[in-house]
């Protein structure tokens, strides 16, 4: 889409994604080349609360 000069709005379409997904590819291409089009996690890196611990509040003694 960069190199081939495509329109965002039809790049969009094509990849069936919203215009401002296809800017964001497109802006990553452009400053890291194809390692910047590389599969992003799109899970939290971390957690707040610890994992496997049980919940704690007024709502569970409720149960």
């Known amino acids: 889409m960069?190199?081939?000069g495509w329109p965002l709005r039809r790049a969009?379409?094509?990849f069936d994604v919203s215009v401002t997904t296809a800017a964001r590819w497109s802006r990553r291409y452009r400053e890291l080349g194809e390692a910047g089009l590389e599969d992003r996690r799109s899970q939290p890196r971390g957690c707040p609360?610890?994992?496997g611990g049980a919940p704690s509040g007024?709502?569970?003694d409720c149960a």
Do not use: M
């Open 58 to 60: 007024a709502c569970w």
């Open 49 to 51: 609360h610890p994992p």
């Open 2 to 4: 960069v190199v081939d």
């Open 12 to 14: 969009a379409k094509r």
